[in-house]
């Protein structure tokens, strides 16, 4: 969690109240982890960015209609969520090519012993990440945000539980079945 609910709720009241540099603190505190949950649900650095940023915008559209009692955490998170599927909702029936390839160049300076882990470990590393985000993006909606809030985000079951406005043993059966249709996705790297 980026910050704590009590400064949440103050600068939440205070937004609602007309305080726009309330908006500046919440921007401060939830950027960060908005763009990586946003990150690991649509796996594209410059759409995570515009979908945190819209999550921000909505907030501040939305800040005289939203209820005093509104759990900010929990309204983040739900709209990001939502945008999220949105987006993917669109790229699927909007697919694009990119003009260009992005190519790692050479330096051309001298090799040096090093003491990072050797190119094969680092390929193999990359290989595991990529089949674990491939695996979490194949999972439906409920179950992928849930996942990812709980692994990714350290939210307890009664937070993704308001997030997703269930209950906990929900969110609590919804993660175990992202682990069972994980598992199979996933017995190839064992």
């Not at 509104?70 to 949105?86: E, G, H, I, K, P």
């Not at 193999?124 to 491939?134: D, G, K, P, S, Y």
Request: charged share 30%; proline share 4%.
């Amino acid at each position: 969690m980026p910050s704590d609910p009590e400064s949440d709720r103050r600068d939440f009241l205070a937004l609602r109240g007309g305080d726009d540099n309330a908006l500046d603190r919440i921007l401060g505190r939830w950027e960060q982890t908005l763009f990586g949950f946003a990150y690991r649900y649509v796996q594209n650095e410059s759409d995570a960015r515009d979908l945190a940023a819209e999550t921000l915008v909505r907030l501040y559209e939305n800040r005289a209609d939203l209820r005093e009692d509104t759990r900010l955490s929990a309204w983040l998170f739900t709209t990001l969520a939502n945008l999220c599927r949105n987006h993917l909702r669109w790229r699927s029936r909007h697919p694009s090519v990119p003009l260009e390839e992005e190519v790692g160049g050479d330096d051309g300076g001298v090799v040096v012993a090093s003491s990072d882990p050797s190119p094969r470990s680092l390929a193999m590393e990359r290989e595991t990440l990529a089949a674990v985000q491939n695996a979490i993006e194949q999972l439906p909606h409920d179950l992928k945000v849930t996942l990812l809030l709980y692994y990714f985000e350290n939210l307890s079951y009664r937070e993704i539980g308001a997030v997703l406005g269930c209950a906990e043993r929900s969110v609590e059966t919804r993660l175990y079945r992202a682990r069972q249709q994980l598992r199979p996705l996933l017995s190839s790297l064992s």
